[in-house]
C-alpha cells in the first residue's frame, strides 16, 4: 500500500503536471516573443545607428555601456547629449543615467527601468526600453484621417492600415497579431500604394511564406529595411510589438495624400490663379495711391512667394512618388496640373512680379522724396509756429511794460524770430510748390498751413511796429513838461535849480529812463530812448517868447541868428517812396529805415541845441 494514491492525490499530482507543462509551452512562447522582438528592435536601432557608423550585434550586450543608447537618442532627436568616457561600471551606470534623464525630460514614461537593469543587461527591461523609445520616436507621430483625440498611436496606426486596405477581397484588419499571418495585408498596403509592384490575384492563391517573402522583399526595394522574416510572422499569434514596428515603417515609407489626387490639384492650383491676379492687378493713381500697390507687392513677395514655392517644391516630388498612380490610372491628374504646367505658369509670374516692380519701384521712389520733402514742412511749420508763439508773448510783455512807463527790453529778440520764420516761409514756399507739381496727395493742406504761417507774420509784424512806434513816441504832455522843466531850469539859475525841475516834470511824465543824476546824462537819455519826429516841432515855437532876450545879451548877433536859423530835416512821406519795382513789405522796409535815420539825426541836433542853450545860460550869467 506504499505506493498507492488516493484519488484526491492523484487528481492533485496530474493538476501540477498540467500546470506545469502549461508553464512550460508560456515559457517557450515567452523566449519565441522575446526572440523575435530582440531581432526585430536589433533591426530597427541599427537602421538608425547606421547614420553614425555604428552597429548593434547583441542588444542585450551592446547596450550596456550606454553609448549606443546615447547615440540612439542623438539621431532619432538631433540633439547633442553629454556621455562619460571611462570603461567602469561607474562610467556605464552614468552614460545609461543620461540616456534614461533624457527620455523623461521629453515626457517619456519608464516603468520600473533603471540604469543598473541595462547596464547589467536584463533582457526583459531592456527590451522593453526599446520598445518605449519606438513608440515615442516613430509611433507616437502618426495621424490618419478620422482618428478621435482619445486614440492611442497603436489605435491610430490600425486605423491607417484599415483604411489603406478597405476593399480589397478576403483582406480584414482587425488586430496586428493573427490577421497579418497570412502576408495578404502587406501586399495589399504596398498594392495600395504601388500597385505596379504586386499582383494581388497571385497573392491570393500564394501561401503564407510565400505572401509574407514577397511582401518584405518589395518593401525593401522601395526603402523598407527588412525587420521581420516571414517564419516571424506565420506562427500562431506572431508578436504584436513587432509587427506594429513594421507596419509603422510602412507607414512613414508611403504617402498620407487623399485618393483621387485631390491634393495635387488643390496645390498646383494657386499658380495658374495667382498669375491671371497679378496681372489684373492696374496702376490705377485715382483708386489706389502707388505707395499701397508697392506694399501689397512687397507683401506678396515676402510672404506668399516664399511658402507657395516650398509647396511646388513639395508638389514635384510628390508627383514623382506618384507618377507610377498616374500611369496606372489610379490618379487623374487634370490638364493644367502637370509640373512642367505649374512651372510654365511660375515663370509667368516670376515675369508678371518683375514687370509690376518695375513699374512700381520709380514712382514709389518719387513719392518717397516728396514724403521726405512734406514731412520737412510739417517739422519746421511746428518749429515756425513755436517761435511765433514765443514773439508773440516777449510782444505782450513789453506792451505791458510800455503801459506802465517803463522800457520796453525784447524788440531786438522779436526781430530774430521774426526774421527766422521768414527764412523758413522762404523754404516752404519751395517745397510746397514742387509738392504742388508732383501732385502729393496732401499738398492743399500744407499749402493752407504755409499761408495761415505767413499771414501770422505779417500780422505780428504789424502789431510790432505799432507796438514800438508808440514806444519811441512823447506825448503832448510830455513834450510840454519837458519844456517848461527846462525854461524853468534856465531862467532860475542852471547850478541851482535845473536837477530839481528834472525831478519833478520828467520823472513824473516823461519815462524811467530819464534821471536826475546829471544834466548831460538825464536829457540825452530820454531823448536818445524816446524822441520821435512828434517831439521836433515843439521845440522852436514851444520856448517862452521871454526866454531869448533873457540870456541872449552880451552874445554876438551872427551866434543867435545861426541858432535861430538851424534847419531840421522831416522825415520821408511814405507815399514818396512808392516804386513799381519794389513790393509793399520793401517800400514799408526803407520807410522805417529812413525815420530810424532821422530819429538818430534828431537825437544829434537835439544836442547841439542843448549845448546851445547851456552856452546862452553861462554866457548871461557871466554878464
Not at 534623464?101 to 533582457?123: C, E, F, H, S
Not at 516571424?232 to 506594429?244: A, G
Not at 519701384?361 to 511746428?382: T, Y
Request: charged share 25%; with cysteine.
Amino acid at each position: 500500500m506504499a505506493g498507492y494514491l488516493s484519488p484526491a492525490a492523484y487528481l492533485y499530482v496530474e493538476e501540477q503536471e498540467y500546470l506545469q507543462a502549461y508553464e512550460d509551452v508560456l515559457e517557450r512562447y515567452k523566449d519565441e516573443r522575446d526572440k523575435v522582438q530582440k531581432k526585430t528592435f536589433t533591426k530597427w536601432i541599427n537602421q538608425h545607428l547606421m547614420k553614425v557608423r555604428k552597429h548593434v550585434s547583441d542588444l542585450y550586450e551592446d547596450l550596456r555601456d550606454g553609448h549606443n543608447l546615447i547615440s540612439l537618442l542623438e539621431v532619432l532627436s538631433g540633439d547633442t547629449l553629454p556621455r562619460e568616457k571611462g570603461r567602469m561600471r561607474f562610467h556605464r551606470l552614468q552614460n545609461v543615467q543620461i540616456a534614461l534623464d533624457y527620455l523623461k525630460r521629453r515626457q517619456v514614461k519608464l516603468v520600473n527601468i533603471r540604469n543598473d537593469d541595462i547596464t547589467d543587461g536584463n533582457p526583459k527591461l531592456t527590451l522593453g526600453l526599446i520598445w518605449t523609445i519606438i513608440l515615442h520616436f516613430q509611433i507616437s507621430d502618426i495621424h490618419v484621417t478620422g482618428e478621435s483625440e482619445d486614440m492611442s498611436a497603436k489605435e491610430r496606426l490600425l486605423l491607417w492600415t484599415q483604411q489603406a486596405t478597405e476593399g480589397y477581397a478576403g483582406v480584414r484588419c482587425e488586430n496586428f497579431t493573427t490577421c497579418w499571418r497570412d502576408g495578404k495585408l502587406f501586399n495589399a498596403i504596398i498594392h495600395k500604394y504601388r500597385p505596379d509592384l504586386i499582383d494581388m490575384n497571385t497573392v491570393a492563391v500564394q501561401s503564407n511564406l510565400a505572401n509574407l517573402e514577397h511582401a518584405f522583399y518589395v518593401a525593401e526595394k522601395i526603402g523598407v529595411i527588412r525587420l521581420l522574416d516571414p517564419e516571424d510572422v506565420d506562427v500562431s499569434s506572431p508578436d504584436e510589438k513587432s509587427v506594429i514596428t513594421y507596419v509603422s515603417s510602412l507607414y512613414d515609407a508611403f504617402p498620407k495624400v487623399p485618393e483621387g489626387g485631390e491634393g495635387i490639384g488643390a496645390n498646383c492650383y494657386f499658380s495658374t490663379e495667382w498669375v491671371t491676379l497679378l496681372w489684373s492687378l492696374t496702376l490705377d493713381l485715382f483708386l489706389f495711391s502707388f505707395q499701397a500697390l508697392y506694399n501689397q507687392y512687397l507683401q506678396f513677395k515676402e510672404t506668399e512667394i516664399p511658402p507657395k514655392e516650398t509647396e511646388k517644391s513639395k508638389i514635384k516630388r510628390l508627383y514623382k512618388l506618384l507618377e507610377i498612380w498616374i500611369e496606372f490610372g489610379r490618379i487623374k491628374l487634370l490638364q493644367g496640373y502637370h509640373p512642367n504646367d505649374i512651372e510654365r505658369e511660375w515663370g509667368k509670374l516670376i515675369i508678371a512680379m518683375l514687370e509690376r516692380e518695375k513699374a512700381l519701384r520709380p514712382e514709389v521712389e518719387r513719392l518717397e522724396m516728396l514724403q521726405q520733402i512734406a514731412s520737412r514742412v510739417q517739422r519746421d511749420s511746428i518749429i515756425c509756429e513755436d517761435k511765433l508763439i514765443l514773439a508773440r508773448n516777449a510782444l505782450q510783455s513789453d506792451s505791458k511794460r510800455l503801459e506802465s512807463g517803463v522800457q520796453f527790453q525784447n524788440e531786438a529778440e522779436i526781430a530774430g524770430y521774426i526774421l527766422e520764420c521768414e527764412n523758413l516761409l522762404r523754404q516752404h514756399v519751395i517745397d510746397v510748390q514742387i509738392l504742388i507739381d508732383g501732385r502729393y496727395y496732401q499738398a492743399d493742406q500744407l499749402v493752407q498751413r504755409v499761408a495761415k504761417l505767413r499771414d501770422e507774420i505779417v500780422a505780428l509784424r504789424n502789431e510790432c511796429s505799432s507796438v514800438y512806434s508808440k514806444g519811441r513816441m512823447l506825448t503832448t504832455e510830455q513834450t510840454k513838461l519837458m519844456i517848461s522843466g527846462i525854461t524853468q531850469s534856465l531862467n532860475s539859475g542852471f547850478a541851482q535849480t535845473l536837477n530839481p525841475c528834472l525831478n519833478s516834470g520828467l520823472t513824473q511824465s516823461l519815462t524811467p529812463s530819464l534821471t536826475s543824476s546829471s544834466v548831460t546824462s538825464g536829457l540825452s537819455s530820454g531823448m536818445t530812448s524816446r524822441l520821435t519826429p512828434s517831439v521836433t516841432p515843439a521845440y522852436t515855437p514851444g520856448f517862452p517868447s521871454t526866454l531869448i532876450p533873457n540870456f541872449s545879451s552880451g552874445v554876438e548877433p551872427n551866434s543867435l541868428q545861426t541858432l535861430k536859423l538851424m534847419q531840421i530835416r522831416k522825415p520821408l512821406l511814405k507815399s514818396s517812396l512808392l516804386d513799381q519795382n519794389l513790393t509793399e513789405e520793401e517800400v514799408n522796409m526803407k520807410f522805417v529805415q529812413d525815420l530810424l535815420n532821422w530819429v538818430d539825426e534828431m537825437q544829434v541836433q537835439c544836442c547841439l541845441l542843448y549845448l546851445s542853450i547851456l552856452l546862452f545860460t553861462a554866457v548871461n550869467s557871466i554878464f
